[in-house]
C-alpha cells in the first residue's frame, strides 16, 4: 500500500513526534497534570500550583500529601504537545477534503498556543488602586500600575523643589540573593554604589531600641511566606533586603534596611542632598491618567449579595490629538480599553465601615499584545470543528438512505 | 464461567426488561400517588372545623401571589413559603394532626395566623433520633428518621440552640452527620419560630398601660392596635432611643451601642411594639411606594442614608425603625393601611369571610406597591410555573416511556415504541418549555446556577436522544432517552430538596452579563450533555458485550461503536469551544485569560480526555471496546469537572459545597468505576482465552 511505503522512507524522529500516540499519552499526562493541579489547590496558592506545576520542566505531587507521584511539568508537555501538533497535524497529515476540518482545528490550536506563547512572554499584568477623591489628598490620581508579585528597589533623590528623581534596580539583580550574598550596583549620577544582600520573601519590621544616632532605627527578620490560609485571608508576603551605601569618594558606608511599602527605612543625607532608598512592588507607567470620581458597590437588596461594583473615573491621556479627559464607566465585565492597555474592575475596599466612608478602587491593569487571539482561534477551531462534524454526518445520513433504500427495493438484497 | 455462557443470553434477554419493570413500576406508582394525592386530600378535606387548616381556595392563590422580598428578589409568597416548608420538613407538603395533607401556602398561613395549630403539626424532619437525644427529648413509638411537631421538640430546644452554635463554628464539610442533623434543625425551628411569631404584635396590641399621658392619649384604651399607636409613638421612642445612645456613649465613648440595640431598650416600655421590632422580621411584605423610593435614591446616592439600602422591602420591625429613625422620611399610608390589615387578620384568623376581604385588600395593596417598582410582573406566572411543576410531571412520563419500551422488548410491538417515543419526544418537549418559561421569568439566558445546569443537560439530552434515534433508528436512543431524562429530572428535584433554596436566586456581579452566559455557560452545559451521553451510550457496548446481549448480531455492535464517536464529535466541539470561551470571558472580566482556576480546570480535562479519545482511536490503539471503556471514564472526567470541582471549596467557582451531594458524586464514581473493571476484567479473560487457543493450536 502507498502508505506503508512512504512509512518506511520517512525519519522515525518525525514519526515518532507526528504520531498520534505521541499526541495521546501528552494529553493524557497533561490531563494527569491538570487534575492533580487542581486538587493541590486545597493546599497551596493558586500562584504557588501555578509556578510548580504549570510553569515548570518536573514536579512531584504528593498524593493526600503522602505518596510522592513524579509528573512532567507544562514546561515539557507544552512544547512537545506542540511540535507534535506542528508536525502530525499539520505537515504530516494527509490533505483533502476529508481532512479539511481537523486541519484547520490544529491551524487553531496553533493559533491559540502561539498567543498564550506571546502572552506569556510579552504581558504586563499588574493592579492599580485609587481613592476617591478628598481635598488635600493626591490618592484619586493614578498614572501607574503595580506588579502583583516582582519587587523593585528605588534609590530616590530629593530634588530642593519638592519632586523626585528615581533610580530603579529590578527584581531581577537581588531576588536570588542568600543571607552570605551581596551585589554592588553601580550608577554615575549616583554618589554611592548600592549594595544589596539578604533578600526576604518575607520579612517582618522590626525597631532596633540599640541603634546608635546615624544608625538604622529597623531591623527585618526573616519570616515563613504566607501560607494558602493566609492568603485566603488576604495577607500577602512584604520583601525586605540589607542594604549599604558605599560612598565613592570617602568608602564611608551606610547600612540599613528596605521593607516593602515603607519609605522611611533608610533615608540619610549625603552632604546638603537627602536621599531615601526603598523596595516596592514594580511598577509601570501608563500612557493616561486615572481619577476616581466615585465608586459605587451595590448588593441585591435585603442580601450582602454583590450585584455590581462600578467606578467612575476620568481618563486623561497624556499626548496625542485627543488629550481630553473623558469621562469612563469601568465595571465588572466592562472593561476600559486604552492605548493596549486594559483596565478591569478587580476589587475594591476598605471591607468594613459603615456606607458613606471614603472607598478606593482596584483596578487589574493588563497590556498584552495577544488580549484577542483567543477569540480568533476560537472562531477557527469552532468552524473546524463544525466542517468535519457536519461532513461526518452528511456523509452518514446518505449511506443510511441508501442503506433504507436498498432495503425497501425488493430483490435488490440478495 | 457461568456468566459467559452462549445460554445466558436468553434469560438475561427476558431478564433485563423484567427488571427495569419492577424498578420503574416501584419508582412510578408512589410517584403519580404523590401527584394524585392534593386532589385527594382536598376531597377528603370534607366540611371545616375549628381545629383545622380550612384556608378556602381565595385566600391560599392571594397568599400564594402575594410578593415578598428575599435573597435580593420579589418572589412570590408561594415560592417562599414552599422553600421555607421545605427546610423544615424536607418536602413541600405537611401534614396535620387529623391526616390531612396542606401545601405550602396552607402551612404558612397556619403558622403565622394560627400557631397554636401549627406547633402540633408533625412537620419537623429529624433525620436521626440522636439529635433527640442530644437534645434531651425523649418520645417513644417512632422511627429513627421521623417527623416532630414543634411542640414535641420545645422541651429540647434550648439545649439544641446551644449545641447548634457550636457546631456552627466548623465547617460544613467537618461536621458530622448528627452535628449536621443538629445544625439543620436548628435553622429550621429558627425559621419557624420566625414565622410563628410574626404576627405575634397584632395578637397582642400595643400596650400603654405604663403612662398615664398614653392612655389618656388613646382615649383611655390600654391596648392600642399597632397600626394606630406607632405614628402618634413614635417621637417618644425616638427621644427615648436618642437618651439611651447618649447614656451609652458617656458610659464608653469606645463602643457606642447599636442604635438598633437601643431602639429595643427603648421599646421595652411599649409591650406589643417591642414584639413587632423584635420578631416582625422574617418577611419583608411592604414593598415601598414611588414616592419613598425616590426620596431614598436620592438620600442614598448623597450617601445620607446610611444603612438604608433605597431597595429594600420593609418587614413590620423595619417599618417601626423606619417610622421611629427616620422622622424625615415619609410614612407611606399605603403601608400603614398594610399594617392595619395584617393585625386584623392576626387578631381574628376565625372570620372567614372578613379574613378573605382582608386577604384581598391586603394582596390588592401590596401588588399596587410591587407594580409601582416594577418588581410584580413575573410573580404570578411564577407561581403558576411552580404549581404547573412541569419538570415533576415529566420526570413521571418519562419513566412510563421507559416502562413501555421495557415492555416492547419483552412483547416487540411496534405501536408500543411509537408510543414510548411519542411520549419521550412529550416529555422533551415539556422540560423545553419549563426551562423556556423560567428563562422568561429571570430575564436570563437558560443556565445561571448549579440546578439550571442539570435540567438544561437534561432538556438538551432528550432532545439529542430522540434526534440521534430519528437518525438512526437503533431504539438505543429511544430507550436511553426516557431512562437518562427521568434520572437528569430525578438529581434535578434531589438537588433542590437538598439544598433547600430558591432556585431563580439573583447574581452575583460577575456573572451578570447575559451576553457571555448565554454564549459560554450554554455552551459548556451541551458539552457536559454530549459527554454524558457519549458515554451512556458506550455503556450499552461494554455492558452489552460482558453480558452478551445480542451476541451474534456484530451490526449492533458497530451502530452503537459509531454513535459512541459520533457523539464524542458533538461533545468535542461544545466542549472544547465552550472552555475557549470560558477563557475569553475570564479574559473579558479579569484580564487573563486561563487562570488554573479549578473549574477552568475541569473543562479543560473533559477537552483533554476527550482528545487523546480520538487520537488513541485514530492510531489505532484502541477499537470500539476501548473508545467505549475510554467514554466510561469520560463520564467520570465530566462528573469532576460539573460537581467534583465545586466541592473542592476552592476557587471561582466554589458556588455549591453540600455533603449529601459529595456522597452521590462519590456512588457515581464507584458505579463507573465499577462498569469499567467489569469490561476490563472480561477483556482481559477474553484476552487470556484467545492466547490459550493459540497456544493449544
Known amino acids: 500500500m502507498a502508505t506503508q511505503i512512504r512509512k518506511q522512507h520517512e525519519n522515525p524522529v518525525l514519526a515518532f513526534l507526528g504520531s498520534f500516540g505521541l499526541a495521546a499519552v501528552l494529553l493524557i499526562l497533561l490531563l494527569l497534570l491538570v487534575w492533580l493541579g487542581t486538587l493541590q489547590q486545597r493546599y497551596d496558592t493558586i500562584y504557588e500550583v501555578q509556578q510548580n506545576y504549570f510553569r515548570s520542566f518536573f514536579v512531584i505531587h504528593y498524593w493526600d500529601q503522602k505518596y510522592p507521584i513524579p509528573l512532567l511539568g507544562g514546561y515539557v508537555l507544552l512544547p512537545l504537545l506542540f511540535v507534535n501538533l506542528i508536525v502530525g497535524g499539520l505537515m504530516r497529515m494527509r490533505k483533502g477534503t476529508s481532512t479539511l476540518g481537523v486541519f484547520i482545528v490544529h491551524i487553531g490550536i496553533v493559533i491559540l498556543f502561539a498567543g498564550s506563547f506571546v502572552e506569556d512572554m510579552l504581558s504586563t499584568k499588574g493592579a492599580m488602586q485609587v481613592w476617591e477623591p478628598r481635598p488635600g489628598d493626591t490618592r484619586d490620581v493614578a498614572d501607574a500600575f503595580q506588579s502583583y508579585e516582582e519587587w523593585e528597589v528605588v534609590v530616590v533623590r530629593l530634588e530642593p523643589d519638592g519632586s523626585a528623581t528615581e533610580f530603579v534596580i529590578p527584581s531581577g539583580e537581588f531576588s536570588g540573593l542568600d543571607e552570605d550574598d551581596s551585589v554592588r550596583c553601580h550608577a554615575a549620577e549616583l554618589p554611592f554604589d548600592v549594595m544589596l544582600g539578604d533578600f526576604m520573601e518575607n520579612a517582618k519590621l522590626l525597631g532596633n531600641p540599640r541603634a546608635v544616632p546615624g544608625e538604622s532605627p529597623f531591623l527585618v527578620e526573616r519570616a515563613e511566606p504566607v501560607s494558602k490560609e493566609q492568603a485566603d485571608a488576604g495577607f500577602s508576603n512584604t520583601a525586605a533586603l540589607r542594604v549599604a551605601l558605599v560612598e565613592k569618594v570617602s568608602g564611608a558606608v551606610h547600612r540599613g534596611v528596605v521593607y516593602g511599602g515603607r519609605s522611611d527605612t533608610l533615608s540619610l543625607r549625603i552632604g546638603q542632598q537627602p536621599w531615601s532608598v526603598l523596595i516596592r512592588k514594580r511598577s509601570w507607567p501608563l500612557p493616561f491618567t486615572i481619577r476616581l470620581t466615585k465608586f459605587v458597590h451595590e448588593v441585591h437588596p435585603g442580601t450582602g449579595m454583590p450585584r455590581r461594583y462600578s467606578s467612575y473615573v476620568t481618563m486623561t491621556p497624556h499626548e496625542g490629538q485627543d488629550a481630553q479627559p473623558r469621562d469612563v464607566h469601568i465595571t465588572m465585565n466592562e472593561p476600559l480599553r486604552e492605548e493596549r492597555y486594559t483596565l478591569y474592575q478587580s476589587g475594591w475596599g476598605p471591607q468594613m465601615g459603615a456606607p458613606g466612608r471614603r472607598m478606593f478602587s482596584i483596578f487589574a491593569v493588563v497590556r498584552n499584545p495577544s488580549d484577542q487571539v483567543p477569540l480568533y482561534a476560537c472562531v477557527v477551531i469552532a468552524v473546524g470543528l463544525l466542517v468535519h462534524f457536519i461532513r461526518k454526518l452528511l456523509l452518514y445520513l446518505k449511506a443510511e438512505s441508501r442503506k433504507r433504500a436498498a432495503a425497501t427495493v425488493p430483490g435488490s438484497a440478495s | 464461567m457461568k456468566l459467559f455462557d452462549p445460554s445466558s443470553s436468553v434469560p438475561a434477554r427476558r431478564l433485563v426488561p423484567a427488571v427495569v419493570l419492577s424498578i420503574a413500576a416501584f419508582l412510578l406508582v408512589p410517584g403519580l400517588l404523590d401527584l394524585a394525592a392534593p386532589v385527594q386530600a382536598a376531597e377528603e378535606g370534607g366540611p371545616s372545623t375549628p381545629r383545622e387548616s380550612d384556608w378556602s381556595d381565595a385566600v391560599v392563590d392571594a397568599w400564594a401571589k402575594t410578593p415578598v422580598q428575599q435573597g435580593g428578589r420579589a418572589m412570590p409568597l408561594y415560592t417562599w413559603a414552599r422553600y421555607a416548608l421545605l427546610r423544615v420538613n424536607h418536602k413541600t407538603s405537611c401534614e396535620t394532626p387529623a391526616g390531612r395533607r396542606i401545601g405550602p401556602v396552607e402551612w404558612m398561613l397556619d403558622t403565622m395566623f394560627r400557631p397554636e395549630l401549627a406547633r402540633t403539626y408533625r412537620c419537623f424532619r429529624v433525620e436521626t433520633d440522636e439529635v433527640l437525644t442530644s437534645m434531651g427529648v425523649e418520645i417513644e413509638d417512632r422511627n429513627k428518621a421521623d417527623r416532630f411537631s414543634y411542640d414535641e421538640l420545645l422541651s429540647g430546644r ?439 482556576d479549578p473549574k477552568e480546570n475541569g473543562a479543560l480535562m473533559i477537552v483533554l480526555w476527550s482528545l487523546a479519545m480520538v487520537h488513541a482511536r485514530l492510531g489505532g490503539y484502541v477499537k470500539a471496546f476501548g473508545l467505549s471503556m475510554a467514554a466510561i471514564v469520560l463520564n467520570i472526567v465530566v462528573a469532576f469537572s460539573w460537581w467534583g470541582v465545586n466541592l473542592l471549596g476552592i476557587g471561582l467557582h466554589s458556588y455549591g459545597f453540600t455533603a449529601g451531594i459529595q456522597n452521590t458524586l462519590y456512588v457515581f464514581y464507584a458505579v463507573e468505576a465499577g462498569v469499567f473493571l467489569l469490561g476490563g476484567g472480561w477483556w482481559l479473560y477474553g484476552y487470556l482465552q484467545m492466547k490459550g487457543a493459540h497456544a493449544k493450536g
Open chain 2, 158 to 596: 434550648r439545649r439544641l440552640d446551644r449545641l447548634a452554635s457550636q457546631y456552627r463554628m466548623k465547617e460544613e464539610r467537618d461536621r458530622t452527620r448528627v452535628e449536621g442533623a443538629i445544625v439543620a434543625l436548628d435553622s429550621a425551628m429558627e425559621e419557624f419560630e420566625g414565622l410563628l411569631h410574626y404576627l405575634d404584635w397584632a395578637r397582642s396590641g400595643v400596650d400603654v398601660s405604663r403612662s398615664e399621658a398614653w392612655v389618656e392619649r388613646f382615649g383611655g384604651r390600654k391596648s392600642v392596635p399597632a397600626s394606630e399607636a406607632l405614628v402618634p409613638l413614635a417621637p417618644e421612642v425616638r427621644l427615648s432611643t436618642v437618651a439611651i445612645l447618649e447614656a451609652s456613649e458617656r458610659r464608653d465613648p469606645k463602643n457606642p451601642m447599636r442604635v438598633d440595640v437601643a431602639l429595643h431598650r427603648a421599646l421595652a416600655a411599649l409591650p406589643g411594639l417591642d414584639d413587632m421590632f423584635a420578631s416582625g422580621r422574617i418577611l419583608a411584605l411592604f414593598p415601598l411606594n414611588r414616592g419613598q423610593f425616590k426620596q431614598l435614591k436620592t438620600l442614598h446616592a448623597e450617601r445620607e442614608a446610611l444603612s438604608e439600602n433605597p431597595e429594600e422591602w420593609l418587614s413590620p420591625a423595619d417599618l417601626l425603625a423606619r417610622v421611629v429613625l427616620w422622622p424625615n422620611l415619609d410614612v407611606a399610608p399605603e403601608h400603614l393601611e398594610m399594617l392595619r390589615l395584617l393585625e386584623q387578620m392576626g387578631a381574628s384568623p376565625g372570620d372567614a369571610t372578613s379574613f378573605a376581604r382582608q386577604t384581598e385588600a391586603f394582596h390588592a395593596k401590596s401588588r399596587e406597591l410591587a407594580t409601582g417598582l416594577g418588581e410584580y410582573d413575573g410573580i404570578e406566572s411564577e407561581v403558576a410555573y411552580m404549581r404547573a411543576n412541569l419538570l415533576g410531571w415529566a420526570k413521571h412520563f418519562f419513566l412510563l416511556a421507559l416502562i413501555l419500551v421495557a415492555v416492547s422488548w419483552l412483547w416487540p410491538n411496534r405501536w408500543l415504541m411509537r408510543i414510548a417515543y411519542g411520549l419521550t419526544v412529550a416529555c422533551a418537549l415539556v422540560v423545553a418549555i419549563g426551562i423556556t418559561w423560567r428563562c422568561i421569568l429571570r430575564g436570563r439566558p437558560p443556565v445561571t446556577t448549579l440546578y439550571e445546569t442539570v435540567i438544561f443537560v437534561t432538556g438538551t439530552m432528550a432532545v439529542a436522544g430522540v434526534t440521534v434515534e430519528a437518525i438512526t433508528r437503533q431504539r438505543i436512543a429511544l430507550a436511553l432517552t426516557p431512562l437518562l431524562g427521568w434520572v437528569g429530572l430525578f438529581v434535578a428535584e434531589r438537588y433542590e430538596f437538598t439544598k433547600m433554596e430558591d432556585t431563580m436566586p439573583q447574581l452575583v456581579a460577575v456573572l451578570d452579563t447575559n451576553f457571555w452566559l448565554a454564549l459560554h455557560v450554554t455552551c459548556i452545559a451541551i458539552g457536559y450533555m454530549a459527554s454524558l451521553l457519549t458515554g451512556a451510550v458506550a455503556h450499552v457496548y461494554v455492558l452489552g458485550k460482558v453480558f452478551g446481549f445480542r451476541k451474534a448480531d456484530s451490526g449492533f455492535y458497530r451502530n452503537v461503536a459509531r454513535m459512541v464517536y459520533g457523539l464524542l464529535g458533538f461533545a468535542l466541539i461544545f466542549t472544547t469551544v465552550g472552555t475557549i470561551l470560558g477563557g475569553i470571558w475570564a479574559n473579558e472580566s479579569w484580564g487573563r485569560f486561563w487562570g488554573w
